[in-house]
C-alpha cells in the first residue's frame, strides 16, 4: 500500500520547520535532513524535532535515535534500507493484517523483537504490534498533511482495533493486568507495562492524532485516502473477498472527513462541498460495515474454533500445587459440570485475590483455576473458573465454593 501512495498530489507544503536538538543530529543523520521526500509534505529534519518534542507519557520510547527505540519510529535515511524501522514497521503491520483476517488478531499473543534500548527499560518486553502503533501515530502527529504518515497512522488504528478486540478476551501467556509474560517452558519476562495499560495509552495517542488530522490536514487529503480505500474495497468485492482491513481504515477515515467538515471554515460554496463529500463517504461506510458483520457471521465460529485449539505441549503450567485446594476445586467442578468428565485443575494464581465490601473489609479470598474437562460430544477443553473462601473473622476463611466462570475456551486437539 506504501508504494501505491508514494506518487499522489501534494496536499499541504509547510514552510514552519522545527530544528532538531544537537544531541539529534549528532546521533541521527536524518535530523540534519532537509529533503521533503516523496509522500510527505515537510522535511526529514522536521519530523525528527518533532519526534523529540511528543509527550513523553504517551510517546515513551525517547529519546528516538536511541538505541533500538528508532524501530518505533520511521527514522532511517534511507526509506528503502533493509532491515530498517520502516521496513520492520510494515513488515509488522501486515504480519497482524494476515492474523487478522485468519485468526480475528490472535497473533498479539506474540512477543516484540526488540526488548532493550529505552532508558530504564533495559531487557523489558514490548508486544509485537506496539511498534507500528507507536510509529504510526508518531509519524501523522509530526506530519499531519501527507499521504505516507496518514497510511502509517490508518495501520496503527488498525492494530489498535484488533489487538482491543482480541488481546485481552485471548488469554495468551500473560495477565491483561500484570507486567510479565509467562511461557509453558518456565520462563518469565518482564514487560515494560501491562496490556491493559498499553492498549490504553495507544488509545489516547490515537485521540491525539485525530485532533491534530481534524485541525491541520488539508479535507482533500481525507478525501483522497477515503476514494482510495473505496476503490479498493470495490475491486476486492468483484474478485468475492473481503478484508477487515478495508472496514477499519475506511470507518476512521469516513469519521475524521465528517469531524473536519464540521469545522469547515470556507466560504459557504466550499462548506457544502466538504459536507456533501462527506455525507456521500458516510452513506457508504455502511456498507463496508455491514460486510464486515457478515464476514464475521460467516466465518467467526470457523475462526473462533481455530483460534482456540492448542495441543497438550502448549498448556499452561500451575502457578502453585495443592493436593487439598486441587481436590476441593475438583469436587465443585464436578457438580457444576455434571455432563462433563472433569480431568484436571491448574491453578492460575500463586498468591491470594480478595473481594472488599464497600468499607474495604475483605469479604472472601479466592484463586482462578483452569478447569480441564472431557465433553458429552468427546471434545477435551480447558476453561477458566473462580473459587472462593468466605471471611469467617479473626484472619480466617471457610470452605471452598464456586464463584464464577470465565468466558474463554480452549480446546485440547491431542488430549490423551
Known amino acids: 500500500m506504501c508504494a501505491l501512495l508514494a506518487a499522489v498530489p501534494v496536499f499541504a507544503q509547510q514552510t514552519d520547520v522545527l530544528k532538531p536538538s544537537a544531541a539529534a543530529v549528532?546521533?541521527?543523520?536524518?535530523?540534519?535532513?532537509?529533503?521533503?521526500?516523496?509522500?510527505?509534505?515537510?522535511?526529514?529534519?522536521?519530523?525528527?524535532?518533532?519526534?523529540?518534542?511528543?509527550?513523553?507519557?504517551?510517546?515513551?520510547?525517547?529519546?528516538?535515535?536511541?538505541?533500538?527505540?528508532?524501530?518505533?519510529?520511521?527514522?532511517?535515511?534511507?526509506?528503502?534500507?533493509?532491515?530498517?524501522?520502516?521496513?520492520?514497521?510494515?513488515?509488522?503491520?501486515?504480519?497482524f493484517m494476515y492474523k487478522a483476517q485468519d485468526e480475528y488478531g490472535v497473533g498479539w499473543t506474540r512477543v516484540g523483537t526488540?526488548?532493550?534500548?529505552?532508558?530504564?527499560?533495559?531487557?523489558?518486553?514490548?508486544?509485537?504490534?506496539?511498534?507500528?502503533?507507536?510509529?504510526?501515530?508518531?509519524?501523522?502527529?509530526?506530519?499531519?498533511?501527507?499521504?505516507?504518515?496518514?497510511?502509517?497512522?490508518?495501520?496503527?488504528?488498525?492494530?489498535l482495533d484488533i489487538s482491543s478486540e482480541s488481546a485481552v478476551s485471548y488469554g495468551g501467556p500473560y495477565n491483561a493486568t500484570e507486567k510479565v509474560i509467562r511461557y509453558n517452558d518456565g520462563k518469565v519476562y518482564d514487560m515494560i507495562e501491562t496490556v491493559s495499560d498499553q492498549l490504553a495509552r495507544n488509545r489516547r495517542m490515537k485521540a491525539l492524532a485525530e485532533s491534530v488530522i481534524v485541525k491541520e490536514s488539508p479535507f482533500d487529503l481525507l478525501v483522497f485516502m477515503a476514494d482510495w480505500i473505496w476503490s479498493r474495497y470495490q475491486d476486492r468485492q468483484k474478485e468475492g473477498k473481503f478484508f477487515y482491513i478495508d472496514a477499519v481504515e475506511y470507518m476512521e477515515t469516513c469519521a475524521l472527513m465528517a469531524a473536519h467538515s464540521a469545522l469547515s471554515s470556507g466560504d459557504a460554496k466550499e462548506q457544502e462541498r466538504c459536507q456533501a463529500l462527506a455525507k456521500k463517504h458516510m452513506s457508504q461506510n455502511e456498507e463496508i460495515q455491514a460486510k464486515k458483520m457478515e464476514f464475521y457471521i460467516s466465518n467467526g465460529a470457523?475462526?473462533?474454533?481455530?483460534?482456540?485449539?492448542?495441543?497438550?505441549?502448549?498448556?499452561?503450567?500451575?502457578?502453585?500445587?495443592?493436593?487439598?485446594?486441587?481436590?476441593?476445586?475438583?469436587?465443585?467442578?464436578?457438580?457444576?459440570?455434571?455432563?462433563?468428565?472433569?480431568?484436571?485443575?491448574?491453578?492460575?494464581?500463586?498468591?491470594?485475590?480478595?473481594?472488599?465490601?464497600?468499607l474495604g473489609q475483605v469479604v472472601d479470598r479466592y484463586k482462578n483455576a483452569w478447569?480441564?474437562?472431557?465433553?458429552?460430544?468427546?471434545?477435551?477443553?480447558?476453561?477458566?473458573?473462580?473459587?472462593?473462601?468466605?471471611?469467617?473473622?479473626g484472619g480466617s476463611f471457610g470452605s471452598w465454593q464456586y464463584r464464577g466462570t470465565g468466558t474463554d475456551a480452549l480446546t485440547i486437539v491431542d488430549w490423551k
Request: with cysteine.
Open 26 to 95: 549528532a546521533a541521527d543523520p536524518g535530523a540534519s535532513d532537509q529533503t521533503v521526500r516523496d509522500g510527505y509534505s515537510k522535511p526529514t529534519s522536521h519530523i525528527r524535532a518533532m519526534y523529540e518534542q511528543l509527550d513523553p507519557s504517551l510517546f515513551i520510547y525517547k529519546p528516538y535515535y536511541l538505541g533500538d527505540n528508532r524501530y518505533f519510529y520511521y527514522v532511517e535515511a534511507d526509506p528503502t534500507a533493509n532491515n530498517s524501522p520502516k521496513e520492520f514497521n510494515d513488515q509488522c503491520y501486515k504480519w
Open 114 to 159: 526488540f526488548i532493550g534500548g529505552t532508558p530504564g527499560h533495559n531487557g523489558q518486553y514490548v508486544l509485537y504490534g506496539e511498534h507500528a502503533m507507536h510509529a504510526g501515530f508518531a509519524e501523522v502527529i509530526a506530519d499531519p498533511g501527507s499521504s505516507n504518515p496518514f497510511n502509517h497512522f490508518l495501520h496503527a488504528c488498525t492494530i
Open 302 to 358: 470457523a475462526a473462533k474454533d481455530k483460534a482456540t485449539q492448542i495441543t497438550m505441549a502448549q498448556m499452561p503450567k500451575a502457578a502453585m500445587r495443592d493436593a487439598n485446594m486441587e481436590s476441593a476445586m475438583m469436587k465443585i467442578a464436578k457438580q457444576l459440570l455434571p455432563g462433563s468428565d472433569v480431568k484436571q485443575i491448574i491453578i492460575k494464581d500463586a498468591g491470594w485475590n480478595y473481594d472488599k465490601n464497600a
Open 371 to 393: 478447569v480441564v474437562r472431557t465433553t458429552a460430544e468427546g471434545k477435551t477443553v480447558m476453561s477458566t473458573y473462580s473459587f472462593k473462601q468466605d471471611a469467617t473473622g
